[in-house]
């Protein structure tokens, strides 16, 4: 995953509507506003939605989660995330 982008791939578990940018503005229609389908920068929710989506993915790769870690063991072998 590019951690630069990282916040871009979260999917929101609520609705969210946000009106149209400054310079992006629809002269057709500018009065709508638009349902977001992923989460953006700047957003509360965006960090919340990406760490659901990073602890998703490590659980279904068999690592389990501690207070503060991630941790996967393959027989001798342990790894650790924090």
Excluded: C, I
Excluded at 6 to 19: H, M, P, T, W
Excluded at 22 to 32: A, E, I, L, Q, Y
């Amino acid at each position: 995953m590019d951690v630069k982008t990282a916040f871009l791939n979260g999917n929101l578990r609520e609705e969210v509507y946000v009106s149209q940018p400054d310079g992006f503005v629809d002269s057709d229609n500018p009065n709508h506003v638009y349902k977001l389908k992923k989460a953006l920068y700047g957003l509360k929710q965006a960090p919340r939605a990406w760490y659901n989506m990073l602890s998703s993915f490590l659980l279904s790769q068999d690592f389990l989660t501690t207070e503060s870690t991630y941790m996967q063991s393959k027989g001798s072998f342990d790894t650790f995330v924090e």
